[in-house]
C-alpha cells in the first residue's frame, strides 16, 4: 500500500511540476525501451518506471525506518530491501550512464542526495 501510494504522489508532482525526465526530442529513443537494471528487483525497466523506482525505494526506506508497531527484525528486514538498491557497487545515478543527461537537475540533486544518505562513505 505504502509503495502504491509513493507511486501516486510521484504522478501528481509530475502531473503539476513536470516530468522528472526531459522532454528533449532524443528521449523518444529511450521511453517505453526497457533497458535499465533495477538494483533492486534486477527487473529490465524503461527510463521513466526507474526514475520512480529510484524515489519509491527512497520512501520506503525512511517509512520503515519510521515504523515502530512491528516487530523490530521485521522492520529491519524491510528497510534493508529497500536501502539495498542504494548500496550496490554503482549507484541508481551511475547505472544510468549517459541516460543521465535526461533527467532534470531538480531530480539528480535529490537523487544523489539519497544516494549519500544511504552509501557508506568511503575514507
Known amino acids: 500500500l505504502v509503495h502504491e501510494t509513493i507511486h501516486t504522489y510521484?504522478?501528481?508532482i509530475e502531473e503539476e511540476h513536470g516530468r522528472f525526465i526531459t522532454n528533449d526530442g532524443l528521449l523518444q529513443e529511450w521511453i517505453g525501451e526497457d533497458?535499465?537494471?533495477s538494483p533492486w528487483s534486477k527487473q529490465v525497466i524503461d527510463l521513466?518506471?526507474?526514475?520512480h523506482a529510484i524515489l519509491v525505494?527512497?520512501?520506503?526506506s525512511k517509512f520503515w525506518k519510521l515504523v515502530k508497531h512491528l516487530d523490530p527484525d521485521q522492520t529491519l528486514r524491510?528497510?534493508?530491501?529497500?536501502v539495498k538498491g542504494f548500496l550496490k557497487e554503482l549507484s541508481p545515478l551511475e547505472?544510468?550512464?549517459?541516460k543521465q543527461q535526461?533527467?532534470?537537475n531538480n531530480y539528480k540533486s535529490l537523487i544523489q542526495s539519497f544516494c549519500n544518505e544511504f552509501r557508506p562513505i568511503s575514507l
Do not use: K
Open 10 to 12: 510521484l504522478h501528481l
Open 35 to 37: 533497458n535499465i537494471p
Open 48 to 51: 521513466s518506471s526507474y526514475s
Open 57 to 60: 525505494w527512497a520512501g520506503l
Open 78 to 82: 524491510m528497510r534493508n530491501q529497500a
Open 95 to 98: 547505472i544510468l550512464g549517459e
Open 102 to 104: 535526461y533527467l532534470t
